[in-house]
């Protein structure tokens, strides 16, 4: 068996983004302290997989258009066991969610993060 443990990248404010995804999904920060280069890393997520949110100790340049860029993270996919209970979540912490759409086998939406980081919202439980 092969399981997905975690996923990096590169943020400015790598607690105030754990902050919001423990906030929208009700995960908790793993661990936190110093990285790379002098850097900085919070890891976020469940006992079982996470986030690891690195800030480098230097200027980041913004991103470019992922989806068109070798190598670019499109989105990051959550599963959720109430699609609409965490889309009222997202709504109210301000986010805009779109895409959305009823699928074989579930149902899902899309929203950006702070620093324009995309997740999608997936939901297999059938009502």
Same mark, same amino acid.
């Given at each position: 068996? $092969?399981?997905?443990? =975690?996923?990096?990248? $590169? *943020? /400015? &404010?790598? !607690?105030?983004?754990? /902050? $919001? %995804?423990?906030?929208l999904f009700d995960w908790h920060i793993r661990?936190? +302290? /110093?990285? %790379?280069?002098?850097g900085r890393s919070v890891h976020v997520g469940s006992e079982d997989n996470y986030i690891a949110l690195y800030s480098p100790n230097k200027e980041i340049a913004d991103s470019c258009d992922n989806y068109s860029t070798r190598g670019g993270l499109n989105h990051v996919g *959550?599963?959720? &066991?109430n699609l609409d209970e *965490? !889309?009222?979540?997202?709504?109210?912490? +301000?986010?805009e969610t779109f /895409? =959305?759409?009823d699928y074989e086998p579930g149902r899902r939406f899309y929203f950006h993060i702070e620093e324009g980081v995309e997740f999608e919202v997936v939901s297999y439980q059938h009502d």
């Open positions: 068996m $092969t399981v997905l443990e =975690h996923v990096n990248f $590169t *943020v /400015s &404010d790598p !607690e105030k983004i754990a /902050s $919001t %995804l423990c906030q661990w936190q +302290g /110093s990285a %790379l280069g002098g *959550v599963v959720v &066991d *965490v !889309e009222q979540r997202i709504l109210k912490a +301000g986010f /895409s =959305h759409a």
